[in-house]
């Protein structure tokens, strides 16, 4: 049993948790040390390097992944990334081409496998990481169970080390040597008809389909005062507010400017991003109030008015922030739709998944269902979410309902004391 795997720095089940200090598993090595040539495939194939600037280079990642990446269990979905969101997710400040590592078959130049790494800066029990993040791991259906893959793992860790960078944070829905957080998925129905129809879920027992469209129909509009899409402008404030979050957690990721640019500017069907301006939302509540002091009768504005209640409980307009922003929440999702395999009507499945999120004053709960309003009402079928973070603190209320399958987080030559965290404790997302 892990014949690759056991062979490798990574912690392994055998680590007995009272020995275990943090810092990396290997003897530091230098790049010269590094081997210099890449690792022999058999002999039909090529190493090649993927430019997923061409359109026709990202045309052929985005085939591979959409024929051949992860399924559920039962084979009814499969990841569908688009080409707009494999530029995206495979190209943030610093990302080098040669660690966008494709197999071709040698003669017909086909596409038949993949790995990915970018630059990311770790943080575990507080210590700075610099690491890679390694995702799209894919062997072509065919050539599956033929060792394919841990020659594509050595050789993009050669490539990386060549640049002087010795650890990896990677996940996975199969369990390795050796967990460092075991996370659930969450799933909230925007359109359980379809979410039936297509039997990702089903009618419960006792329910008619007019009861559960009612059960998870959402708001017209979002509730959350002064919540507008984030603007170039906001970058700073943004930058500043998601590190101060996410230094909390045990195991998570410190964000630049340029970073938070590239991952959070909103891109459509690829990354949304709303910040919570509280000078907007005082804005909003003067404007209501003259115009309510306008247009109706004196005694009228109370039971007219329900938004000007909650603004003014939210907190958002008495930030004590340092900073001179006026920014003091954020939400994110990025759209990963899945193809549904087989079925006569459907052939996608439209999907947000929760990205990084700062409440600040607003309650989580209340930014998590404008969250929801805004997914539904831009047409997604279902909202996913993790139990990491603070996620469970509102999973429950806003009616996600827990899926199938864990998904399994791992550092590469890396150990962590005190692991496997508990989701709470985790607070690194990965595409
Ligand atoms: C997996 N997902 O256990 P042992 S996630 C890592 N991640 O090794 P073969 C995996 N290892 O047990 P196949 C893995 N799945 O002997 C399997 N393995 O030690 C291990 N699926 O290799 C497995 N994408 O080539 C075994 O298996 C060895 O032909 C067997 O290929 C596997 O992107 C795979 O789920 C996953 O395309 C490519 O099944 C194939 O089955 C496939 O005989 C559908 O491999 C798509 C899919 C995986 C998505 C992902 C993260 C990958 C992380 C890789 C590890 C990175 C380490 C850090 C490197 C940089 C270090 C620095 C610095
Ligand atoms: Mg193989």
Known sequence: KYAFWGSQPVMQFSDEAKDVEDGPIDAPKTVEEVRKEPYTLPSSFVWCECNINDPHEVQEVYTLLHNNYVEDDDAMFRFNYSPEFLQWALQP????????VGVRVKGSNKLVAFISGIPASIRANGKPVPAVEINFLCVLKKLRSKRLAPVLIKEITRRVNLRGIWQAAYTAGVVL?????????????????????V????????????????LYRLPASTTTPGLRPMEAHDTAAVTELLNGHLAQFKLTQHFSE?????????????????????????QQQQQQQ????????????DAAAPSSSSSSSNGAGSSSSSSSSSIVSVVSFYTLPSSVLGH???????????FYTVPGPTPLTQLMQDALTLA????YDVFNALDLMDNAS????????IGDGALQYYLYNWRMANTPLQPKELGLILL
């Open 290 to 301: 003259s115009s309510e002091a306008q247009q109706l009768p004196a005694g009228a504005a």
């Open 376 to 379: 539904a009402g831009k047409g």
């Open 258 to 282: 340029d970073e938070v640019a590239h991952w959070f500017l909103p891109q459509p069907l690829v990354v949304d991003t709303y910040v919570v301006d509280s000078q907007l939302a005082q």
């Open 394 to 401: 509102f999973l429950k209320e806003l009616k996600f309902g």
């Open 344 to 354: 006569e009507e459907h052939n996608e499945l439209r999907a947000a998944y929760m």
């Open 93 to 100: 400040p610093g990302y080098q081409r040669d660690w966008h």
């Open 199 to 214: 039997r990702f879920s089903s009618l419960q027992p006792r329910m008619t389909m007019a009861r559960t469209i009612k």
């Open 177 to 197: 040597p050796r967990p460092v957080c075991g996370c659930r998925y969450w799933h909230r129905s925007l359109n359980p008809k379809k979410l039936i129809e």
